[in-house]
C-alpha cells in the first residue's frame, strides 16, 4: 500500500457532474484527480439521447425537477444555465438541433462531446484514475500547526485498488476536499452502484431511498393479452398521474407502456396509483359523435376515427369496450362508453420496469443535508455531492445532463 501526493480535491465519478466539477476546478488552479470504476468514463454521455446527447433543454427552471425540497436546485440552475453550456457546444464546434420543446441534441455522435470534455480536463492538468475500485473513504485531521485554518485541518483519504501486472495494487491519495459524483441506480449494466448513498451516510447524512424514475410502467397479467396485441402501436396521448399530466407520445409495449408522456408520469407515479390517458386531447368527442349521427354517417365508427387514431388500436380498442358498429346504433350509454374508452381510459399499472430500464432515479442523498450555494454537506463542509445522486430528478428532455452540468459547476467553484 502506497501514499500518493496531496490533491487539492478528489472526485469520485467521471460522469457529466464529475467532469464539469473537475473543468470548473481545474481552471481555478487546483490539483485534482478523478477516480472512476468503469473501464471507459462518461458512458452514460455516450447513450443519452441514442446516441446523440440531449445536453440541455433551453427552458429549464426548477419546475422541471422532483425533488422533497422544490426550492434547492434553483441556485445551482441560475448560476450555471442552458446557454452555459452552449457556450461551451459552441466554443468546441459542435453542431446541435433542437428536436422538440427547448431539447437540444448534438447533430453528430454524442462521443465529441465527451471528447471535448476531456480536452478541456487536460487543458487544466486533470489526472484521472480508471478503471478502479474505492475500497473505503476515511477522514482524519491533522494537528493545528499544520494547517493555516480549522477547515484544513481535515484530510480525506480514498484507497483505491487498481489492477496491474503485478496484481491488485492499493494506493491511498489524499485532499481536503471529496465530491462524489457517482450517480443513481439506472443503467446497472454500465456499472451503476449505490456507492453514493452509502458514502453519505457514513458520514452521517440523511439519504432517501432511490426509485426508478423516466421508467417504462408495467401491466398486470389481467390486462397483458390486452397489451401483447397492443404492442409497437405509438399516439400522441394526454396522461394524468394525480395532479400532474403530459401531453406526449406514447408507445403500447409487450408488458406495458413507454414513450416519453409515460416516462414523464412514471417518475410522479407511485404504486397502486391509476392513471388517465386522453387518446385524443383537445378534441370534442362527444359532439364529434352526435354530428356523425345527424349526418347519418354511414362509416363504421371505427372506420370514421382513423383520421385520428390508428387502425389497428380503433380494432382492438372497439372489441375490448364493445363499442357498436354503426353511428346509426349509438344510444347515449354507447356514446359515454366510447367517451370514456378514448379519453378517460383508466389504467393501474402493477409497477415499473425496474432500474434496468430507468434513464434516471428519483431520490438520493437529501438536499436538506447540503448547501445548495456551494453542493457542500452542511455537517461537513469539504465533502460534495453532484448530480444524479443527490435527491434532484429533472423530466425527460435535458433537464437531468443540465442539473449535472450545473451542480457540477457549483461545487467546482466552491473547492
Not at 136 to 154: F, G, M, Y
Not at 266 to 283: D, K, V
Not at 385 to 390: A, P, T
Request: with cysteine; net charge neutral.
Amino acid at each position: 500500500m502506497t501514499v500518493d501526493s496531496h490533491y487539492d480535491a478528489i472526485i469520485i465519478g467521471a460522469g457529466a457532474a464529475g467532469l464539469m466539477c473537475a473543468i470548473e476546478a481545474g481552471k481555478r488552479g487546483k490539483r485534482v484527480l478523478v477516480c472512476d470504476h468503469a473501464k471507459k468514463i462518461g458512458k452514460k454521455i455516450l447513450i443519452s439521447g441514442g446516441g446523440r446527447c440531449n445536453f440541455t433543454n433551453t427552458y429549464t427552471n426548477a419546475d422541471n425537477y422532483l425533488s422533497q425540497n422544490s426550492h434547492y436546485c434553483k441556485s445551482a440552475l441560475a448560476r450555471y444555465s442552458p446557454w452555459d453550456f452552449i457556450d461551451f457546444i459552441e466554443h468546441h464546434n459542435i453542431d446541435y438541433f433542437e428536436k422538440k420543446e427547448g431539447q437540444l441534441f448534438c447533430k453528430v455522435s454524442s462521443k465529441y462531446l465527451l471528447e471535448a470534455l476531456l480536452k478541456e480536463c487536460t487543458h487544466y492538468d486533470i489526472h484521472f484514475k480508471y478503471p478502479v475500485h474505492i475500497e473505503n473513504v476515511s477522514k482524519t485531521r491533522l494537528e493545528e500547526e499544520q494547517s493555516e485554518s480549522a477547515a484544513d485541518n481535515i484530510i480525506y483519504r480514498a484507497s483505491v485498488k487498481s489492477a496491474s501486472a503485478d496484481g491488485d495494487k492499493v494506493t491511498i491519495y489524499e485532499s481536503h476536499n471529496l465530491v462524489i459524483a457517482t450517480g443513481g441506480l439506472s443503467y446497472p449494466k454500465i456499472g451503476a452502484t449505490d456507492f453514493g448513498l452509502r458514502i453519505a451516510e457514513q458520514f452521517g447524512l440523511k439519504t432517501i431511498k432511490m426509485q426508478a424514475a423516466l421508467v417504462p410502467l408495467i401491466s398486470s397479467k389481467k390486462t397483458r393479452a390486452l397489451f401483447s396485441q397492443l404492442s409497437g402501436i405509438s399516439m400522441p396521448a394526454l396522461v394524468k398521474c394525480a395532479q400532474t399530466q403530459f401531453k406526449d407520445d406514447i408507445l403500447f409495449t409487450h408488458h406495458g407502456m413507454s414513450g416519453p408522456a409515460i416516462l414523464q408520469v412514471s417518475s410522479y407515479h407511485q404504486q397502486g396509483q391509476e392513471i388517465e390517458i386522453n387518446f385524443l386531447p383537445g378534441m370534442e368527442l362527444e359532439a364529434w359523435l352526435e354530428e356523425q349521427c345527424r349526418l347519418k354517417n354511414p362509416k363504421k365508427i371505427t372506420n370514421a376515427l382513423k383520421e385520428y387514431l390508428p387502425a389497428k388500436f380503433l380494432g382492438i380498442w372497439a372489441q375490448t369496450h364493445n363499442w357498436p358498429d354503426q353511428f346509426k346504433n349509438l344510444t347515449p350509454a354507447s356514446m359515454e362508453l366510447i367517451c370514456a374508452s378514448l379519453q378517460q381510459w383508466q389504467w393501474l399499472p402493477a409497477g415499473n420496469a425496474g432500474f434496468e430500464k430507468a434513464e434516471v432515479c428519483r431520490g438520493g442523498v437529501d438536499t436538506n443535508e447540503l448547501s445548495s450555494k456551494t453542493m457542500a454537506a452542511r455537517k461537513e463542509p469539504k465533502l460534495f455531492f453532484i448530480g444524479e445522486v443527490v435527491d434532484v430528478t429533472g423530466w425527460l428532455g435535458g433537464y437531468n445532463l443540465q442539473w449535472a452540468w450545473a451542480s457540477g459547476y457549483v461545487a467546482g467553484q466552491s473547492l
